[in-house]
C-alpha cells in the first residue's frame, strides 16, 4: 500500500459516498485508476466494508456502559458467545486477558433498559462475577483506525 492508496482511504473514511470522478479530482489519478487501486483494495481484504454511523442519541440511545465478567470455567464462554451475537444492545464483546474473561460494550435507552440487559447477562450459565462501568461522556470515538 503506497501514498496513494493511503490518500483513497482516508477520503473515503471522511465519505464512503464519494465518487470516483471527486476521488480522482482530489488525488489527481484517472478514474480508471482510482477504480482499479479500490478494486484491490477491497480484494485485499483493507477494506472490510462500507457502513454508515448513525448518532445513538437520535435513534433513542442515550446510555452507553461497559461491563467486564468472569466465568467460573472457560467452556462456559462458548454458550455466551451465541448469547451475545442475539442481544441488539451489545455493540462490542472481547475475550481478554487479566481478572475478567469478556468485556462488553453496551448500548441502550436509560437504566431500566440497561438493568433488564444486565438482568439477562448475569443468568448466563457460570458468570461469577461482573463490573459495570456506565459512560459519562465521550472523548474520542473513531469506528476505524487512523492512518498516518
Wanted: net charge negative.
Amino acid at each position: 500500500m503506497d501514498d496513494i492508496d493511503k490518500q483513497i482511504l482516508k477520503n473515503l473514511q471522511q465519505n464512503a459516498r464519494i465518487t470516483i470522478s471527486d476521488l480522482s479530482s482530489e488525488i489527481s489519478l484517472s478514474m480508471p485508476a482510482i477504480s482499479e487501486r479500490l478494486k484491490k483494495l477491497e480484494a485485499s481484504g483493507v477494506i472490510k466494508q462500507y457502513t454508515v454511523i448513525l448518532e445513538p442519541t437520535l435513534l433513542n440511545k442515550h446510555l452507553m456502559a461497559l461491563m467486564l465478567l468472569r466465568f467460573d470455567k472457560p467452556c462456559n464462554g462458548d454458550t455466551f458467545s451465541e448469547f451475545v451475537k442475539n442481544e441488539s444492545e451489545i455493540k462490542e464483546c472481547f475475550y481478554i486477558t487479566g481478572d475478567y474473561d469478556y468485556s462488553l460494550k453496551i448500548l441502550t435507552e436509560n437504566t431500566r433498559t440497561l438493568e433488564l440487559l444486565l438482568t439477562r447477562i448475569k443468568n448466563q450459565p457460570g458468570i461469577v462475577k461482573t463490573q459495570t462501568i456506565v459512560i459519562l461522556s465521550t472523548i474520542t470515538d473513531s469506528p476505524s483506525i487512523i492512518l498516518d
